[in-house]
């Protein structure tokens, strides 16, 4: 089964960009048909999708993100990137990386896969 692993910085200044990398093993970014996802949950609140990268390479943002969001990948490594700019405290979040489909019939998104998890705090 895919597996997914999220890494970088657990702590970033305000006003900096949040990176983070998404490590994906059993599973290829390229010819696996998923949406490749970041969702974020924080503390306190629901969970909230930021955005996806396709197979193709196609990109789709959450509108309050949109601006201050990229996802990128590396094919030759099997990674998808976050980058997250302009941050404040209330990017405060764990953040996870996730596999998604859309099933035809309800037209909604069902994400499998998911890392653990990554815990980010935005302070000074």
């Known amino acids: 089964q895919v597996q997914l692993q999220e890494s970088g910085p657990g702590l970033v200044k305000p006003s900096q960009t949040l990176s983070l990398t998404c490590t994906v093993s059993g599973g290829s970014i390229t010819t696996n048909y998923y949406y490749w996802s970041w969702i974020r949950q924080p503390p306190g609140k629901g969970l909230e999708w930021i955005g996806y990268?396709?197979?193709?390479?196609?990109?789709h943002y959450s509108p309050p993100l949109k601006s201050r969001t990229s996802i990128s990948r590396d094919t030759s490594k099997n990674q998808f990137t976050l980058q997250l700019s302009s941050v404040t405290p209330e990017d405060t979040a764990v953040y996870y990386c996730a596999t998604s489909t859309l099933d035809s019939s309800t037209r909604q998104y069902m994400f499998g896969s998911w890392g653990k998890g990554v815990q980010v705090t935005v302070s000074s």
């Open positions: 990268i396709g197979y193709s390479g196609n990109t």
